[in-house]
C-alpha cells in the first residue's frame, strides 16, 4: 500500500499557504516565523511555508523558514509552469528536507481556464514534474479539483505524474464537495488502479464547504491515504480547509475503530491555536471542536454534577491532552448546588448548607440576569450573604 510505516499518517500543515490565502488572513513576516516553528515543534511532519512566486514577502517567508528549519520537511507551492518551479525550488532549496509542490486544475471546468485540451494538459504535466523532479528529489502533485474530474483521466495524469517522479500525489476535493463514502472509494479505486501507486504517498486536502472536510479527511486515511492536509483552526480560503487539532485528535480518541499514529504533540494544539487566532484576525467559533472556548466547559447542573465526580461522564478527551490546564465548570443559570460549592471551595470558602442554601438562592437570582456568573459576582454574593446573616 504505502511507504510509510503503515498506520502513520503524515500530517502536512498548510495554515501559512492555503490558511493565509483567507481573504483578511494576512500574517506579517514575523508572525509566520513564529508559526512556522511552533509547526515544527509540536511535530508536524511537512510545512507548506507559502507560494513563493505570489510575492516578495511570500518568497522571503518562504526562503526563511527553510534556511531556519529543524525537523519538518519545507514545501513552497507552485502552478504548473517551470517559471513557478525554479522560483520555488530557488525559496526551498536550503531547507535541510525539501519539497516543492506543483498542480494544475484537472477537472473539465479548470482545464477550460487555461484552454489545454486532455493531451496538452497531460503533456504539461509530465514536463513540469519531470522538471520539478530533477531540482528536488521529493516532489508533490495535486490535480486541483481532483474530486470533480473525470475517473478515466485523473488516473492517466496520476500515472504521469507518478512516471515523471512525483513521491506523492495530492487529491485535493478543491471545493469541498466529495462526501466521506466517496472520498474512501476514490483514494482505494486509485490505489488499486494507477500502475505505480504502491511507489508513492497518497495525500487528502479536504475544503469545508459541506462542513464534511475532517470526515471526508479521515475516510481518506481508512481507504489507505497517508498524508492529511491541513490547517489550524480549519483556516483557509471559504468554509476553510480540515482542522489539523481534529484530524489528529479524532485518530487518538478513537484509535479502536481509526487505529492511525501522527507525530502531533497535542499538548501544544492549544497555544498554537490560540496563536494562529490572533496573528490572523479569525477568532475561533466558542463551539468549535477541540479549540473552542466552550469545547471543555459545561454550565448546566446535570452535567456539571457528573463533571464533578467523574470527569469521563461528560468528556471523551482530557483538557491537558489539547494543552489546556483543566475543564471550565462555567457557573450560569443551569448550574446545581454541586458546581457552586465547588466553585466557592476553590475560591477559598467552606460553606455549612444552611449559607450554601442563602447563596445558592442569590445566586440563580443573578444567574436569571447574567449569562454567565464570574468568580467577582461570587465574591459580591459572599459579601452580602454574610453582611445579612
Ligand atoms: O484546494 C486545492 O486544490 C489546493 C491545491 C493548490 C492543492 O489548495
Ligand atoms: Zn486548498
Not at 135 to 147: F, G, H, K, R, Y
Not at 341 to 346: G, P, Q, V
Request: charged share 25%; proline share 3%.
Amino acid at each position: 500500500m504505502t511507504q510509510t510505516a503503515e498506520n502513520r499518517v503524515l500530517i502536512f500543515d498548510t495554515t501559512l499557504r492555503d490558511g493565509e490565502q483567507s481573504p483578511g488572513a494576512t500574517m506579517s513576516h514575523a508572525e509566520k516565523m513564529e508559526i512556522a516553528e511552533m509547526l515544527d515543534d509540536m511535530g508536524v511532519d511537512i510545512i507548506e511555508a507559502g507560494f513563493p512566486i505570489a510575492s516578495e514577502g511570500d518568497f522571503k517567508a518562504v526562503s526563511e523558514i527553510a534556511d531556519r528549519s529543524k525537523n519538518a520537511v519545507i514545501c513552497g507551492l507552485a502552478r504548473a509552469n517551470f517559471k513557478d518551479i525554479d522560483r520555488c525550488w530557488e525559496a526551498v532549496r536550503n531547507a535541510e528536507r525539501p519539497r516543492i509542490h506543483t498542480f494544475i486544475g484537472t477537472s473539465p471546468l479548470h482545464r477550460a481556464i487555461p484552454n489545454l485540451n486532455q493531451d496538452e494538459m497531460a503533456d504539461r504535466i509530465h514536463d513540469t514534474v519531470t522538471h520539478a523532479r530533477n531540482l528536488c528529489d521529493n516532489v508533490q502533485w495535486s490535480p486541483m479539483d481532483a474530486t470533480r474530474t473525470e475517473w478515466d483521466y485523473l488516473c492517466r495524469v496520476i500515472e504521469i505524474a507518478i512516471k515523471a517522479g512525483a513521491t506523492t500525489i495530492n487529491i485535493p476535493d478543491t471545493v469541498g464537495y466529495t462526501a466521506p463514502r466517496e472520498s474512501a472509494d476514490l483514494i482505494r479505486r486509485l490505489i488499486e488502479t494507477v500502475p505505480g501507486a504502491d511507489e508513492i504517498v497518497f495525500a487528502t486536502h479536504c475544503h469545508n464547504d459541506l462542513g464534511m472536510a475532517t470526515a471526508n479527511s479521515l475516510a481518506a486515511v481508512e481507504a489507505g491515504a497517508r498524508q492529511i492536509e491541513c490547517t489550524i483552526n480549519g483556516l483557509g480560503e471559504r468554509a476553510g480547509n480540515t482542522a489539523l487539532e481534529e484530524v489528529v485528535m479524532a485518530m487518538k480518541v478513537r484509535n479502536d475503530i481509526m487505529p492511525f499514529t501522527t507525530g502531533i504533540d497535542s499538548r501544544k494544539i492549544m497555544n498554537i491555536s490560540r496563536r494562529v487566532a490572533t496573528v490572523s484576525g479569525f477568532p475561533v467559533q466558542y463551539n468549535k471542536a477541540i479549540v473552542g472556548k466552550n469545547a471543555f466547559a459545561h454550565e448546566s447542573g446535570i452535567h456539571q454534577d457528573g463533571m464533578l465526580k467523574n470527569a469521563e461522564t461528560f468528556e471523551i478527551m482530557r483538557p491537558e491532552d489539547v494543552g489546556l490546564s483543566e475543564t471550565n465548570l462555567v457557573l450560569g443559570k443551569h448550574s446545581g448546588r454541586a458546581a457552586l460549592r465547588a466553585k466557592l471551595n476553590e475560591l477559598g470558602f467552606e460553606l455549612g448548607d444552611n449559607q450554601l442554601k442563602d447563596v445558592f438562592v442569590r445566586f440563580k437570582a443573578l444567574a436569571d440576569r447574567k449569562k454567565e456568573v464570574y468568580e467577582d459576582d461570587l465574591l459580591a454574593l459572599m459579601r452580602e450573604s454574610s453582611l445579612d446573616a
